[in-house]
């Protein structure tokens, strides 16, 4: 029967039926409560058990999260009530370079909600100067600002390492 679900509950290799005592031993990992990787089952409780597990007629197995949910298609919904312009994700066919210069900032913006090209200290608009990729100028450049940090090594064997939870630094 568990077969037949979705997604079992149980796994048919942890299930052993012992005729002679008339029980159902299912092998799982280590309970933290119980102290025990088992459960006995009588026929009928293992068959409710399995049965709690199956959706009643007209569930849903399948959840949506994210873009797809309830909550933010109602969000969308009321936008679209109200007279706003709905957020759509739209779907390019042909992609030309300044199209694709115009829609990075927006779909950053869908993703995180925080608008790229927006200054963080000021919210003043920003304006995209160059795009740099080479990873020993960024290195370079985040140097000079203080932010890069260098590869940490291990430490040599013997010596202690202790952790700041205050900074995250080693300290031998």
């Known amino acids: 029967m568990a077969e037949y679900i979705l997604r079992s509950p149980f796994s048919l290799e942890k299930l052993r039926y012992h005729a002679r005592i008339g029980t159902i031993i ?3 990992r280590m309970h933290p409560v119980l102290k025990r990787n088992f459960e006995v089952f009588s026929a009928t ?3 409710a058990a399995l049965t709690a597990h199956i959706p009643n007629a ?3 197995l399948v959840r949506y999260y994210g873009w797809y949910s309830n909550v933010n298609r109602g969000k969308r919904r009321k936008a679209q ?3 706003e312009a709905p957020d759509t994700i739209e779907e390019f066919t042909e992609v030309s370079a300044s199209a694709a210069k115009r829609a ?3 779909l ?3 993703v995180s909600e925080v608008d790229p090209l927006i200054c963080p200290r000021c919210t003043g608009p920003m304006r ?3 795009c740099i990729e080479q990873p020993e100028v960024i290195e370079e450049i985040l140097t000079h600002l203080g932010v890069w940090t260098a590869h940490a090594h291990s430490p040599p064997a013997g010596v202690p390492v202790a952790i700041s939870p205050a ?3 080693i300290a031998a």
């Open 108 to 110: 950053i913006t869908q």
């Open 45 to 47: 409780d293992c068959l």
């Open 104 to 106: 990075w900032a927006r």
């Open 58 to 60: 007209g569930e849903d």
């Open 26 to 28: 299912y092998r799982s």
């Open 128 to 130: 995209l100067i160059a």
């Open 81 to 83: 009530g109200a007279g």
């Open 167 to 169: 900074t995250g630094l």
